[in-house]
């Protein structure tokens, strides 16, 4: 090599340098490049990020080429003039190699510079699978390319060509964005006279919006009466129209026929073209069939849910029930584990809890109601072991002067006259050691225990005999077995016959709910292609895990059973899946390449996976999706939310190091509902923050009230739907329609034809609630919110044994019920009323009742006292007796029973405390009381003893606080009642 290829350093510096780390010894061009002997860093041509260069180390002379990624290969130590006749050769070599580059690459820069230049006035939309392909050329064609060009080796056009694309390259999403809105500005302005009359209506802003968006996956929110299948009929259009796709590749989806067959009638009547409107299951259907070359075999329950429940239903009698060993888990299930366990420990307040008992309805296999969930499962035990019993009997025996009022234990086995009280203590451990006794936060717990002293002495003192259980030993796992030890001295076990328990159980609804837990629980295992095992991992994490572990074990014998019923046909499940496997082996090729789905919020993982197996086809292939997750309400078919919630990750497509780019459109706009539905709705349903936020445009507005709450008393639901109907019918014009919704069919009114020959001029009309999805009407009446089991929300379909197999939990109470209430409201245009019992009325409407933001009014005379119960917090509730008069009743009557006198000036109200006066009560009438000196919640009135009138208690002889009575002038008369007055300073 000449002395201009090969540049080495002098020995001197050479040593020195080396000994701080400076390895490179000489440097030699090549045709690629420049090799480093001895360093790190090698140096080919097209790692350079810039020309080479002479600089200083140390004081020594070095040339320096920068290298991609901010590397930096040198040589010190060379003459300068060497280096420099080095370095002049070196960078002629690198700007010959650049033009070579350059000259490679200038077809492909040509070719991305006019792509790029067409997004100035894209004729299509720049979505993410057409813009991909060109990001992934540019990458390609700039990492072949120097970071720094050569100077005066290209013209300003070859640089031009470059830094056009190496922008879009850099910022491709900035670009795309770009183009996208430059795209729909230009569309929306050449299309208008489109949206103005594909539709009977001119198509709203957002509704044109969703049309031209065009995204790889798109997802359009369509709330509660805004329009959605214009938008897919308009969409179905639009493609053909603009010649982006044909006819057959567009493929409609619906859930249901009517609702495909109507689309397809509609856009066939304004586009004049028919596309493909099918089902999930004709899709499925359709795909086998043209694989296999004949339709699979359905089996008869597949589009039969009552056939479906039937089938489980035998299926958990008559099979799993035999097989060894779950016979008794299943019982042990409905006596243990039919609830999911709560206690006092689980709630704030002892109000909400005595909520939850009465919404459950904690009912007895011997048929009583009961307060507790331990209690439930010790009656049921008792039950199944034929130890017949009583709860909360009267106590026998004499009660000592110091008693509140009649004793009444928890259990009294009739047979031996034991008394069983279960006490609700748990164990705390304390700093030193020792264990002490705890009751719930809200609880008393100096008298709570108190009160367990008190009976344990009067049982000794009697010589009757008490079992005690406690809350400690159910969160230990030995509340039975300890029991059934402490009952061994006194009763001999008599297990009652299985038949007989499930003949029990099924009387009592609880075996065709179980049903329906496991019918849910099956669509989405099948579904989803879940495994027992992978369930059993997830219960092993659950809060209740023998629970868990229980369902787990019935379900896995129950699903065995249920496939070899099945024999050779299969069920809708079975068939998405088997299309699915289809399309995914390219069994199958789609023709479609726009797929637009309706009522996507029913979506299940089953189908997902065959809409995404379809989409993968083709690389240009989209998906619209029309829905909204605010109407979810089919979790018992499948239907996953959380695929909508997660739509850009589960459909989206990728561009730019982005695997979920997607497009969300909100509609917004309502033509059905006034504001005074509308907004109060939208808040009822974001208070899950799970929802996803979305505007909403009313499509009117009012001043008259939209929701009212009409209460009603036991028995008297009829008298109210009348009144609520005549109220509607003052002024109505005839066929006014009103939509009687209830949670389930027994809400239906007996008397619905009386009622409709009544009022001629409504409309009359019962459905459930999810068979009322997608209807309207002039005013809606929600039947029996009530707080129980079966009511509104229903306590039976939110179990948290479905996190077991969805994908994500749903961690907000009643979430789906939630969502079902707020389809129940958004089927009114004008108004909304909500028939409840006062009693015990549902969780939602004590929302709305306490909530203002909901406007809703009281009607129906409600008689809720504005101050509440002193001893839970509950509501006080006005009543009449026969025999005369008013008094206030909290509304837990079976599991408090608290009572106040009413006021005793006007004989219908209830004092409460002044907010500026503690020491005195002020009734809605006016009239103003003392407060008691020795009770929190009593007020002091005037009384008659053997010493003459002074001021007692009004809560005597509960309470027997009493106070002198003032002077005669600080009374004044009012009628026949006497409104005492206090003055400042009087006692």
């Known amino acids: 090599m000449t002395a201009q290829q090969q540049l080495k350093r002098g020995a001197w510096p050479g040593a020195f340098l080396r000994s701080l780390g400076h390895a490179s010894w000489a440097a030699e061009q090549t045709a690629a490049g420049i090799n480093f002997l001895g360093g790190r860093h090698q140096a080919p041509f097209s790692s350079w990020a810039g020309p080479a260069q002479i600089t200083s180390t140390l004081g020594f002379t070095t040339i320096e080429v920068p290298l991609a990624g901010g590397r930096v290969a040198r040589l010190a130590g060379v003459t300068t003039h060497d280096a420099a006749s080095f370095i002049a050769a070196a960078n002629e070599a690198f700007r010959a190699h650049f033009l070579r580059q350059f000259q490679a690459a200038q077809n492909e820069l040509g070719s991305l510079s006019e ?193 479906f429940r039937a089938l489980l239903r035998d299926i958990l009698l008559n099979e799993v029930a035999s097989k060894a060993g779950l016979g008794k888990l299943l019982l042990d299930w409905f006596s243990e584990f039919y609830w999911p366990y709560k206690s006092e420990w689980d709630f704030k307040t002892q109000d909400s809890y005595f909520q939850w008992v009465e919404a459950h309805e904690l009912r007895t296999l011997n048929g009583d109601r009961v307060r507790s969930f331990e209690e439930w499962e010790i009656a049921n035990w008792l039950y199944r072991n034929g130890i017949a019993h009583e709860y909360e009997p009267l106590y026998e025996g004499p009660l000592p002067e110091d008693a509140r009022g009649a004793y009444k234990p928890d259990f009294r086995l009739t047979e031996s006259g034991i008394y069983i009280e279960h006490f609700g203590v748990r164990k705390a451990r304390q700093a030193d050691g020792s264990v002490r006794l705890t009751t719930a936060p809200y609880i008393d717990h100096e008298r709570y225990l108190a009160d367990m002293e008190w009976k344990r002495k009067l049982h000794k003192a009697n010589g009757t005999a008490l079992i005690e259980t406690f809350s400690y030993e159910k969160v230990e796992g030995k509340l039975l077995d300890n029991l059934k030890e402490k009952l061994a001295p006194y009763v001999a076990l008599k297990p009652i016959a299985s038949d007989q328990v499930f003949s029990t159980l099924a009387a009592m609804g609880q075996v065709d709910a179980f049903t329906q837990t496991l019918g849910t629980f099956l669509r989405h295992f099948k579904s989803a292609g879940g495994t027992i095992a992978h369930c059993e991992a997830r219960a092993a994490a659950s809060a209740d895990v023998p629970r868990s572990r229980s369902f787990l074990k019935i379900f896995d014998a129950l699903i065995e059973a249920y496939e070899a019923r099945l024999g050779d046909t299969i069920d809708f499940e079975d068939m998405i899946v088997r299309a699915t496997a289809h399309v995914e082996n390219g069994r199958y090729q789609s023709p479609y390449r726009h797929i637009l789905v309706d009522e996507f919020q029913d979506i299940s993982e089953g189908r997902a996976r065959l809409l995404r197996a379809l989409k993968a086809q083709h690389e240009d292939a989209r998906l619209f999706a029309v829905g909204d997750d605010w109407q979810s309400i089919y979790r018992f078919t499948g239907a996953d939310i959380h695929l909508m919630r997660n739509f850009g990750a589960a459909f989206g497509g990728s561009f730019a190091g982005n695997d979920a780019v997607h497009s969300t459109i909100d509609l917004g706009r309502t033509f059905r509902s006034v504001d005074k539905i509308a907004h109060p709705a939208r808040r009822f349903v974001l208070r899950n923050p799970a929802q996803i936020n979305k505007t909403v445009f009313p499509a009117a507005t009012t001043t008259a009230p939209a929701i009212m709450i009409a209460y009603y008393k036991w028995g008297q639901e009829g008298d109210a739907l009348r009144a609520a109907l005549d109220r509607l019918s003052i002024g109505a014009p005839s066929g006014t329609s009103v939509l009687l919704l209830g949670r389930y069919h027994h809400a239906r009114p007996q008397s619905l034809s009386a009622l409709t020959e009544q009022f001629p001029t409504l409309s009359l009309r019962f459905m459930t609630v999810h068979a ?182 009004v809560n005597y002889p509960a309470c027997k606080g009493t106070q002198n009575l003032p002077d005669r002038e600080l009374y004044r008369t009012k009628g026949r009642a006497r409104k005492p007055v206090r003055q400042r300073g009087t006692d």
């Not at 392909?133 to 005066?152: K, M, N, Q, Y």
């Not at 208008?192 to 997802?219: H, M, S, W, Y």
């Not at 009742?849 to 509501?875: L, S, V, W």
Request: with cysteine; glycine share 8%.
């Open 115 to 307: 792509a790029i230049a067409r997004l100035d006035r894209p004729r299509r939309y720049p979505a993410a699978c057409l813009l991909a392909p060109f990001l992934a050329r540019a990458t390609a064609v700039i990492e072949s390319l120097p970071e720094t060009i050569p100077v005066g080796v290209l013209s300003e056009d070859q640089h031009n060509l470059i830094e056009t694309v190496r922008t879009f390259q850099s910022n491709p999403e900035g670009a795309r964005r770009a183009a996208i809105q430059r795209f729909v500005d230009s569309d929306l302005a050449e299309m208008k006279g489109f949206f103005d009359t594909i539709e009977k209506n001119p198509l709203t802003p957002e509704q044109r919006l969703a049309v031209v968006t065009d995204e790889d996956a798109t997802l359009v929110l369509a709330g509660a009466g805004s329009g959605k299948t214009s938008v897919i009929v308009a969409k179905a259009a639009y493609l053909v129209e603009r010649g982006i796709r044909k006819p057959n590749e567009i493929l409609l989806l619906a859930f249901g026929k009517d609702a495909a067959s109507e689309m397809a009638e509609r856009i066939k009547e304004r586009a004049g073209v028919e596309v493909d409107a099918l089902t999930f299951h004709a899709l499925g259907n359709r795909i086998i069939r043209e694989v296999e070359g004949t339709g699979p075999a359905l089996a008869n329950h597949a589009s039969d849910d009552a056939k």
């Open 772 to 953: 009322s999805k997608g209807l309207e009407g002039d005013h809606v009446i929600i039947l029996r919110a009530v707080g129980d089991t079966m009511g509104f929300p229903s306590e039976i379909v939110d179990d948290p044994l479905l996190d077991l197999v969805l994908p994500t939990p749903e961690n907000f109470e009643h979430a789906e019920e939630r969502r079902l209430f707020y389809v129940a409201l958004t089927r009114a245009r004008q108004s909304v009323t909500i028939l409840a019992d006062r009693e015990k009325p549902s969780s939602f409407v004590r929302e709305l009742a306490d909530i203002p933001d909901y406007q809703a009014i009281e009607i129906g005379e409600p008689g809720i006292a504005e101050r509440r119960c002193q001893a839970c917090g509950g509501r006080m509730l006005a009543q009449s007796p026969k025999s005369g008069g008013t008094y206030f009743a909290c509304e837990h009557r079976l599991l408090c029973g608290d009572t106040l006198k009413a006021c005793t000036a006007c004989g219908n109200g209830l004092p409460v405390k002044r907010m500026t006066d503690q020491d005195s009560f002020l009734c809605g009438c006016g009239a103003a009381f003392p407060a008691c000196p020795s009770c929190s919640e009593g007020w002091l009135v005037e009384r008659r003893g053997r010493n003459g009138t002074f001021l007692g208690c």
